[in-house]
């Protein structure tokens, strides 16, 4: 959640420096009022808590400001006298409650409410470690400077670690409407399943493979939860501490970003877009869509060849989703053994991949293209003397009745 654009009131030597995200008179650096803060509640920094933090925080990664700008103008008319709350969210650190509090009165909202969990600071913003979990309860502004001003944000120190699951931040999450945040990527499930519990709207950022998680998919499936507009050119890039655990090409030393196309916005909130039709042009064959051999479906590999003609069960990629107009497509399922949709299981298999073979039972878990002899380049499967070739995880669509 590192800020790469600046405003008027912005103006610091280090945007790393809380400076850059809120307002001080009389020169009070962002830095020394939460060292004050912290020191008056006789915390310790020791690295060997922070280094442990570190380990235990590998999947932490901090959103830049124009991804949020750039999300949220899809979503503005949703904000109006509600309570937004960032659950995972160090406002040292966080851009998500850099925009909220600088657009609170434009998007109108009723309160801002931001937890820290406990050792979350990061060395690379040289503050050093937080040992005491805080939130931040924010009204708007009251001197009419337009900025969010020290005297204007009540920080409240929390008895737990400031968790997501802790009953702490739970009673706070009951307080909200809305909550907007980048959750940790390893508890995606337990923290979409807690924001479903509770009736909350949300908007968050999260991995695209959660699509095909059992506790997701469902959710999906029946409407309770879709991709927003996502990020600009699917490049999502996010400040981390753990450089050194990312290949060349996914860390850029230059600007101390990593660049994932794998992740996207989760959200409940419906926007414009989502119900533009996709164009359809190609005429259905059977050559040019094969039916898979275990579910009743044809195969589309990619979204923009889904026929024009054709209203029975296709497979699709899980990209679809990305353009996915619940008013011309309904996902009936997902290709995916758990879902019980597959209409046969397979025995022992064989799996071929540059003349290795080994046992498997993975066809059973992905839709599988029946073939008249073994192909000549890639991995194919052998079963009971046939050849099998599989695909990738398929949703399973099919064009709603009103647009025949």
Same mark, same amino acid.
């Given at each position: @959640?590192?800020?790469?654009?600046?405003?008027?009131?912005?103006?610091?030597?280090?945007?790393?420096?809380?400076?850059?995200?809120?307002?001080?008179?009389?020169?009070?650096?962002?830095?020394?009022?939460?060292?004050?803060?912290?020191?008056?509640?006789?915390? /310790?920094?020791?690295?060997?808590?922070?280094?442990?933090?570190?380990?235990?925080?590998?999947?932490?990664?901090?959103?830049?400001?124009? /991804?949020?700008?750039?999300? @949220?103008?899809?979503?503005?008319?949703?904000?109006?006298?509600?309570?937004?709350?960032?659950?995972?969210?160090?406002?040292?650190?966080?851009?998500? !409650?850099?925009?909220?509090?600088?657009?609170?009165?434009?998007?109108?909202?009723?309160?801002?409410?931001?937890?820290?969990?406990?050792?979350?600071?990061?060395?690379?913003?040289?503050?050093?470690?937080?040992?005491?979990?805080?939130?931040?309860?924010?009204?708007?502004?009251?001197?009419?400077?337009? %900025?969010?001003?020290?005297?204007?944000?009540?920080?409240?120190?929390?008895?737990?670690?400031?968790?997501?699951?802790?009953?702490?931040?739970?009673?706070?999450?009951?307080?909200?409407?809305?909550?907007?945040?980048?959750?940790?990527?390893?508890?995606?499930?337990?923290?979409?399943?807690?924001? %479903?519990?509770?009736?909350?709207?949300?908007?968050?950022?999260?991995?695209?493979?959660?699509?095909?998680?059992?506790?997701?998919?469902?959710?999906?499936?029946?409407?309770? @939860?879709?991709?927003?507009?996502? !990020?600009?050119?699917?490049?999502?890039?996010?400040?981390?501490?753990?450089?050194?655990?990312?290949?060349?090409?996914?860390?850029?030393?230059?600007?101390?970003?990593?660049?994932?196309?794998?992740?996207?916005?989760?959200?409940? @909130?419906?926007?414009?877009?989502?119900?533009?039709?996709?164009?359809?042009?190609?005429?259905?064959?059977?050559?040019?869509?094969?039916?898979?051999?275990?579910?009743?479906?044809?195969?589309?590999?990619?979204?923009?060849?889904?026929?024009?003609?054709?209203? /029975?069960?296709?497979?699709?990629?899980?990209?679809?989703?990305?353009?996915?107009?619940?008013?011309? !497509?309904?996902?009936?399922?997902?290709?995916?053994?758990? !879902?019980?949709?597959?209409?046969?299981?397979?025995?022992?298999?064989?799996?071929?991949?540059?003349?290795?073979?080994?046992?498997?039972?993975?066809?059973?878990?992905?839709?599988?293209?029946? %073939?008249?002899?073994?192909?000549?380049?890639?991995?194919?499967?052998?079963?009971?003397?046939?050849?099998?070739?599989?695909?990738?995880?398929?949703?399973?669509?099919?064009?709603?009745?009103?647009?025949?």
């Amino acid at each position: @959640m590192i800020a790469t654009g600046g405003r008027d009131w912005q103006l610091a030597q280090n945007l790393l420096d809380l400076r850059a995200r809120l307002h001080y008179p009389n020169g009070i650096s962002a830095k020394f009022f939460f060292k004050k803060y912290f020191k008056s509640m006789a915390l /310790d920094r020791k690295n060997s808590n922070l280094n442990s933090a570190r380990e235990a925080k590998k999947d932490e990664f901090y959103t830049q400001l124009p /991804d949020i700008e750039r999300e @949220m103008a899809h979503y503005k008319d949703h904000f109006r006298g509600k309570v937004v709350y960032c659950n995972c969210d160090d406002p040292r650190v966080s851009n998500f !409650f850099t925009y909220f509090s600088h657009n609170f009165e434009e998007l109108g909202l009723k309160r801002l409410i931001t937890t820290c969990y406990k050792s979350q600071n990061m060395n690379v913003f040289s503050q050093g470690a937080a040992e005491q979990a805080v939130w931040l309860d924010y009204h708007g502004d009251k001197n009419n400077n337009r %900025v969010p001003d020290v005297s204007e944000i009540g920080i409240h120190p929390l008895t737990g670690d400031g968790d997501f699951r802790s009953a702490e931040s739970v009673d706070l999450l009951k307080q909200a409407d809305i909550v907007v945040t980048n959750p940790p990527f390893s508890l995606f499930r337990d923290y979409v399943q807690q924001l %479903v519990e509770h009736g909350k709207k949300f908007l968050i950022i999260g991995p695209k493979n959660a699509i095909t998680y059992k506790e997701i998919f469902p959710l999906i499936r029946d409407g309770k @939860m879709w991709l927003g507009t996502g !990020f600009l050119a699917g490049n999502a890039y996010f400040k981390t501490a753990h450089d050194k655990a990312f290949a060349d090409g996914v860390y850029d030393a230059t600007t101390g970003l990593v660049n994932f196309r794998n992740c996207g916005w989760f959200t409940n @909130m419906d926007y414009k877009e989502r119900h533009e039709d996709l164009i359809l042009f190609k005429a259905y064959s059977p050559e040019a869509y094969p039916k898979y051999d275990n579910y009743e479906a044809i195969d589309v590999s990619k979204t923009a060849d889904i026929p024009a003609d054709y209203y /029975d069960l296709m497979g699709v990629p899980i990209t679809f989703l990305d353009r996915h107009n619940p008013d011309q !497509f309904e996902i009936v399922g997902i290709a995916k053994t758990w !879902f019980g949709m597959a209409s046969k299981t397979y025995p022992k298999q064989t799996q071929v991949d540059k003349g290795t073979r080994k046992e498997v039972s993975k066809l059973n878990d992905q839709p599988a293209i029946l %073939v008249p002899s073994p192909p000549a380049t890639g991995t194919y499967y052998e079963v009971d003397g046939k050849y099998y070739v599989a695909t990738y995880v398929r949703l399973l669509i099919r064009r709603n009745t009103g647009q025949k």
